[in-house]
């Protein structure tokens, strides 16, 4: 059965306390995995695609990696403002979400 | 400046009533999708339509029902049928089945 399992459920930081977040799936016939960000209340906002293992995209403190099992979001010297719930996704025979990572960052 | 509009952004509804959530987008995408989110759990599908005049049944359609009827726009009906309507409504919309999902801004239904 397809799945996608993130942890930790939930995650506190010191500001500039590196880290990283855990997307496991098991699918058939991988044909993306998307990370996102979700503040209270909004939708998510779109972050990366990765297709491949080995794999790797950045943006500002945030990089993320894939392997054929799992992907990874490392946030390095995070800051308050990366505080929000990360969403990992799979595009196997259809869409599926995990029920995400709520990252608090602490001043 | 292309995107995703839903509204209203809330939106209170008394049992018994039919309610419409609107969803437009103009970023020339093919699909289109409804989410539900409550607290604490993940995103679950609705529906979706990968092409005008077309659409298909996701994990929870019981009590729901969307049309596609134009490219831009795919509004989801929340009927009397649905037991436990009150929610966070996403609608998302991408290129392909398979590409990058981009989500509007949700709206939140009250049943009172």
């Known amino acids: 059965e397809d799945q996608v399992t993130q942890s930790p459920e939930a995650l506190r930081l010191q500001e500039g306390e590196s880290s990283s977040l855990n997307c496991s799936y098991t699918?058939?016939?991988?044909?993306?995995l998307f990370w996102y960000r979700q503040d209270p209340g909004k939708g998510p906002e779109f972050l990366f695609t990765?297709?491949?293992a080995g794999e790797e995209k950045e943006k500002e403190r945030l990089k993320a990696t894939l392997t054929k099992k799992e992907s990874f979001l490392h946030i390095t010297a995070p800051k308050p403002e990366d505080s929000a719930t990360y969403l990992c996704?799979?595009?196997?025979?259809?869409?599926?979400f995990g029920t995400g990572t709520s990252l608090t960052v602490i001043p | 400046d292309g995107g995703i509009t839903q509204s209203p952004k809330y939106l209170f509804r008394k049992e018994g009533q039919n309610v419409t959530l609107s969803c437009e987008q103009n970023?020339?995408?093919?699909?289109m999708y409804w989410y539900r989110q409550d607290p604490g759990q993940g995103l679950r599908l609705i529906y979706y339509?990968?092409?005008?005049?077309?659409?298909q049944k996701g994990d929870i359609a019981e009590g729901y029902s969307v049309s596609r009827e134009k490219k831009e726009s795919f509004p989801l009906t929340v009927t009397s049928a649905q037991k436990n309507p009150t929610a966070f409504y996403l609608c998302?919309?991408?290129?392909?089945?398979?590409?990058?999902?981009?989500f509007g801004p949700g709206t939140r239904l009250t049943v009172l």
């Open positions: 998302a919309s991408s290129f392909t089945s398979d590409s990058e999902q981009f």
């Open positions: 699918v058939s016939g991988l044909r993306g």
């Open positions: 990765l297709y491949s």
């Open positions: 996704a799979v595009s196997g025979n259809q869409f599926y």
């Open positions: 970023l020339n995408h093919d699909a």
């Open positions: 339509s990968q092409i005008v005049n077309d659409f």
